[in-house]
């Protein structure tokens, strides 16, 4: 059967590192990180060392509120009471990330509602609503919660949203599989348009964040307490001990190459392959020598028919602690270093924060901005490299040249692992 | 934007059932004469608060544009198709009434509570302990065109519902009734034979669904026919777009006759009164008594020649 090509032709973004994507271009290239100081919270209000002090959250937009009618955003959005009411915060972040790709695409409102045009999507839920309506359950009576208590909260809130306010006609589905999620979206939207099951698929991500979101990594020890925030997220550094949690929403359009023609677009890549693997090892740390990930750097590659030694750029997954990082240091050798290859590796989290179920399509927006506007985003925050990164080509400034065949990586609890494969056009 | 709920969380606690603070908050976004308006009613009960609260949370829902509507005092105008409400609005908006009036309404009262009128007389009701037995039974127009022996392109009734010895229906004028075309050329008006038709239609949905209790045998639908009318005066012309809201009364039935009265609006402006439409039905029986009724509707069809219409 005779495949399709895919291409990325419409990119929308809520992130602390900017709104839009101009703005995020220039985050990155200046490597500007976005975090926001979280203030301390009950018990630990007198015992600083044990509070988490930055968190990664969108600016201009308020959200805090379990009342959507008490939140704020832009005022270039305009959004009516009853699509506003079924949102939970990271639905208003990604909502807005949508309506800037499918500008962004410059499709009209039939290239968006028709049998041909599907939706993916990832979050993780929202933890604050759910606390908040079972809390009103409990007191007040089930009768007396929000009739959107469900649809705003749980896991899959962001395909019934936009599906619905899309009115999208085609494919949806939302993903589950912790931070490797978006990956998956994207991934499987790949298969939809390059298997002629759909002709456009939009893949739309989102993370909540708050003390509800944020604060339960706290016991897993997986956040960075430290008071410099440039400290608080170092991938690769050897003094990196957790990370920044970040939330907002991305949106990314793909379309198949019948349709990049017909509408006349210029796409920012081309998504070429993917691949996919578990680790079956632990619930949640990442296989110690990255066995997962090799698989799904190997597959990605068979999928994408490319050798290792073609990929110039690397945007890994490493969050800033101390096993996944080194975890996914291994597989990179593993596939790159043992082979003679020294692809440039960044890890962009180190300004953007750690947007789990978010983090591959925020990813993915970056490696298809840095393919279409020439530049390759450096690694921020390193002082002094983990020397058992030295063999990795790890770059810490941006360069002014677009990477030709990119890869991105993400890992997820339970150990399941992601690589995207992209191209510049 | 860091997160001020963290530092508010550890004192705020949840709701109290029943609070000031609760009713409060559940009224924040109403206007002020509203929550006035439900802390009065907390301690007085007194019944004639009951409307500014219950509109004033319905505003509280509305965009700029349809809250003027409801302020024109019209009860039949109907929450979902008149003001854009849709059903999980419906749903916050009862909650509040509930909170507000610490009454508690049903899913299948719900159900039936389609108007501004049915949910002030619901909750009239509610707090005077009048547990009406005659209770609103609401029926879309799936249901209405599958007991009709009219059906399209001759049914005028797009919704009913039946309370006792009366019933209230719809019909928007679509504009692609047929008829429309000649009536008149270049200049399409809802002919007013058509009107007293839709009354007769809503006639036969009652019934036919909920007959009155003079009636002891069923009826059969294949056999009701329109007979006469009486004292019809038409006082607006309406056009496509115009919503006809109906209302009949059983006035006497006498097997095999039933006589209502019946008006119609349009946005609260009456538009047709028909003081005695009569129509003429026949119970399902065995065959014996087919041969033994006085009555012949043919007779009477004609009659409806002789109404007095006046356009």
């Known amino acids: ?425 | 934007m860091p997160d001020q709920t963290t530092i508010t969380r550890e004192v705020g606690g949840a709701p109290v059932p029943g609070s000031e603070e609760l009713l409060r908050d559940t009224l924040k976004r109403c206007s002020p004469e509203t929550l006035t308006a439900a802390l009065e009613y907390r301690v007085s009960g007194e019944v004639s608060l009951v409307p500014t609260i219950v509109l004033g949370i319905v505003e509280r829902f509305l965009d700029p544009d349809v809250a003027s509507k409801l302020q024109s005092g019209d009860d039949s105008i109907q929450f979902m198709e008149d003001l854009g409400m849709d059903s999980l609005t419906m749903i916050e908006a009862i909650m509040m009434v509930e909170e507000a009036l610490g009454v508690s309404i049903k899913n299948d009262e719900l159900m039936n509570l389609r108007s501004v009128g049915d949910l002030k007389e619901f909750i009239n009701d509610k707090i005077l302990g009048l547990s009406s037995e005659e209770t609103k039974e609401f029926f879309p127009v799936d249901q209405v065109a599958s007991i009709m022996p009219q059906q399209v392109p001759f049914l005028f009734l797009e919704q009913a519902t039946l309370e006792g010895r009366s019933a209230i229906g719809r019909y928007p004028i679509s504009g692609q009734e047929a008829f429309l075309e000649g009536h008149f050329k270049g200049n399409p008006v809802f002919p007013a034979s058509i009107m007293l038709e839709a009354l007769g239609q809503l006639a036969v949905f009652l019934l036919l669904k909920k007959p009155p209790q003079e009636i002891e045998s069923a009826i059969d639908s294949s056999e009701i026919y329109f007979t006469g009318v009486d004292g019809v005066r038409c006082h607006r012309i309406c056009k496509p777009g115009d919503v006809l809201d109906m209302k009949i009364q059983v006035k006497r039935v006498r097997e095999p006759i039933a006589i209502f009265s019946g008006t119609i609006t349009v946005n609260g402006e009456k538009a047709v009164v028909a003081e005695e439409i009569t129509l003429a039905f026949k119970a399902e029986t065995s065959p014996a008594d087919l041969n033994g009724n006085g009555s012949d509707p043919a007779s009477q069809v004609n009659g409806e020649n002789g109404s007095s219409v006046h356009l």
């Open chain 1, 1 to 425: 059967m005779e495949r399709k090509r895919v291409f990325i032709t419409g990119l929308g973004v809520v992130s602390s590192i900017g709104n839009d994507t101009a703005i995020l271009v220039e985050s990155l290239r200046n490597l500007k990180h976005g975090f926001k100081a979280f203030p301390p919270y009950h018990p630990y209000k007198d015992d600083p060392a044990a509070l988490v002090k930055w968190i990664s959250a969108p600016s201009d937009f308020e959200v805090d509120s379990t009342d959507f009618e008490d939140w704020k955003y832009p005022s270039r959005y305009k959004i009516r009471r009853e699509v506003l009411r079924g949102f939970a915060p990271h639905g208003l972040y990604t909502y807005c990330a949508m309506k800037q790709a499918l500008e962004d695409a410059a499709l009209e409102e039939e290239d968006i509602s028709n049998y041909e045009t599907g939706i993916y999507t990832s979050s993780g839920g929202s933890p604050r609503l759910l606390c908040n309506n079972m809390e009103r359950m409990r007191e007040i009576g089930a009768t007396r919660c929000s009739p959107t208590g469900i649809v705003s909260a749980i896991a899959g809130t962001l395909s019934f949203n936009l599906v619905a306010n899309f009115k999208i006609l085609g494919n949806s589905c939302g993903f589950s599989s912790a931070c490797a999620s978006s990956g998956h979206a994207l991934g499987y939207a790949y298969d939809d348009v390059s298997l002629g099951r759909q002709s456009r698929m939009f893949v739309a991500a989102g993370e909540d964040v708050n003390f509800e979101s944020v604060i339960p990594f706290t016991g897993m020890r997986a956040l960075s307490l430290e008071v410099d925030p440039t400290r608080a997220s170092c991938p690769f550094d050897e003094k990196r001990n957790g990370f920044v949690c970040a939330g907002g929403g991305a949106a990314l359009v793909l379309e198949n190459e019948d349709e990049v023609e017909r509408r006349g677009s210029t796409p920012y890549a081309e998504l070429v392959g993917w691949g996919q693997s578990s680790d079956g090892h632990n619930v949640a740390i990442s296989h110690p020598e990255g066995s997962g990930l090799i698989r799904a750097l190997s597959n990605a590659f068979r999928s994408a028919g490319i050798e290792a030694g073609e990929v110039d750029y690397i945007n890994a997954h490493a969050t800033s602690t101390l096993i996944g990082d080194a975890s996914e240091g291994k597989a990179l050798d593993k596939i790159f270093t043992s082979q003679g290859y020294r692809p440039k590796v960044s890890s962009t989290k180190a300004i953007t924060g750690h947007g789990l179920s978010l983090a591959s399509a925020l990813e993915a927006t970056i490696v298809s901005l840095a393919m279409k506007e020439g530049f390759t985003p450096g690694s921020a925050h390193i002082q002094n490299l983990d020397p058992q990164f030295e063999k990795l080509n790890i770059i810490r400034e941006t360069e002014t040249t677009a990477p030709k065949l990119a890869i991105s990586n993400s890992s997820g609890f339970g150990g399941a692992n992601v690589t995207l494969v992209f191209r510049g056009v």
